[in-house]
């Protein structure tokens, strides 16, 4: 009985782990990443992290039969594999982040402007038609009057 149902739990394992691995490399790496990541390395490196971490069970439970619990020397490689699947992960991680494309908002214009509205002194004054009557004198608007 034990040995009828290793492999659907072995299944069942492998697909957690997917479900594990990509909810992990969102939360550490960022979903933006991920979204921005050419689809060969998210399928490539889930499917080999899934693969090494089901791989690595079986060898837990086939061990020695004397020495429950030991490690194999095929656990430990597929141990040092998972760890370099991980760092590969987060290589291609920081590369995607590097050359992420720049927002829009990245421009030197300010976001927002603020137009006002200034009251211009009139040149067109009744004053400055007087002066430009022909005939008449030309006299600065503060000079005194005279009786002349």
Not at 98 to 107: K, L, T
């Amino acid at each position: 009985m034990r040995q009828r149902l290793i492999r659907p739990l072995l299944v069942f394992e492998f697909l957690v782990a997917i479900e594990v691995w990509l909810t992990f490399w969102s939360q550490v790496g960022g979903q933006y990443h991920l979204e921005l990541m050419f689809w060969p390395w998210k399928f490539g490196l889930t499917v080999a992290g899934a693969w090494l971490i089901t791989a690595i069970t079986v060898e837990l439970y086939r061990g020695a039969p004397g020495k429950p619990g030991s490690l194999s020397r095929r656990a430990i490689v597929y141990g040092a594999l998972l760890v370099a699947v991980i760092v590969t992960a987060g290589v291609v991680t920081y590369y995607y982040h590097m050359h992420e494309p720049a927002d829009d908002d990245s421009d030197d214009a300010p976001s927002s402007q603020t137009t006002r509205l200034y009251k211009l002194p009139d040149s067109t004054s009744y004053r400055t038609l007087q002066a430009t009557r022909p005939g008449k004198r030309w006299r600065a608007p503060w000079a005194c009057r005279s009786n002349s």
